[in-house]
T-cell receptor, first 115, second 110 residues
Framework: GAGVSQTPSNKVTEKGKYVELRCDPI?????LYWYRQSLGQGPEFLIY????????DSGLPNDRFFAVRPEGSVSTLKIQRTERGDSAVYLC?????????????FGQGTRLTVV | GENVEQHPSTLSVQEGDSAVIKCTYS??????FPWYKQELGKGPQLIID?????GEKKDQRIAVTLNKTAKHFSLHITETQPEDSAVYFC?????????FGKGTRLHILP
């Protein structure tokens, strides 16, 4: 009965480096979401996948951010040339159908610190 | 796009009293309103949700109300207990992305 799994749980990287954050959704869930949460703020939408395709990537802040889900299951969020402002908790969620309106289950997040 | 405002940002209530958190949304087409509870170091967890064709929903000590005309929705927690202490987020969704409020930190005082 595994939930959404995110790895690593913590990541410290130097400014300018490349990082990959992984999300294993609940088995069978077709919809997958990435959010970013800064300290004291609500989760901020980044991108939503339905199956293998990105249905909505309007929340990605710039072209340094990219996400893939090649087989419709595991997803990787990739950040190039990291900046200190990228430091946040990156949350992944999945749901059984996606929109409209089904419960999204969140993982515990990856805390990214850029030094 | 959708914008969700939430208040208060911090709320302290005596154990056993009720807590109310209020939210407003901007997009009248939003039709799904989940509430999440987030404990320290964990991801948000859904506690209750309501759809736009319903005005009120209750689950034990938790209830949510929705006023579509005013674009307001609220979370009510009755008979609060120490384990209710956490950060609560309201959210609104129309099609795909769920847009969150900034959260309310709820403290239950002994």
């Amino acid at each position: 009965g595994a939930g959404v799994s995110q790895t690593p749980s913590n990541k410290v990287t130097e400014k300018g480096k490349y990082v990959e954050l992984r999300c294993d959704p609940i088995s069978g869930h077709t919809a997958l979401y990435w959010y970013r949460q800064s300290l004291g703020q609500g989760p901020e939408f980044l991108i939503y996948f339905q199956g293998t395709g990105a249905a909505d990537d309007s929340g990605l802040p710039n072209d340094r951010f990219f996400a893939v889900r090649p087989e419709g299951s595991v997803s990787t969020l990739k950040i190039q040339r990291t900046e200190r402002g990228d430091s946040a908790v990156y949350l992944c969620a999945s749901s059984s159908q996606g929109p409209p309106n089904t419960e999204a289950f969140f993982g515990q997040g990856t805390r990214l610190t850029v030094v | 796009g959708e914008n969700v405002e939430q208040h208060p940002s911090t709320l302290s209530v005596q154990e056993g009293d009720s807590a109310v958190i209020k939210c407003t949304y901007s997009d009248s087409a939003s039709n799904y309103f989940p509430w999440y509870k987030q404990e320290l170091g964990k991801g948000p967890q859904l506690i209750i949700d309501i759809r736009s064709n319903v005005g009120e929903k209750k689950d034990q000590r938790i209830a949510v109300t929705l006023n579509k005309t005013a674009k307001h929705f609220s979370l009510h927690i009755t008979e609060t207990q120490p384990e209710d202490s956490a950060v609560y987020f309201c959210a609104a969704s129309k099609d795909d992305k769920i847009i969150f409020g900034k959260g309310t930190r709820l403290h239950i005082l002994p």
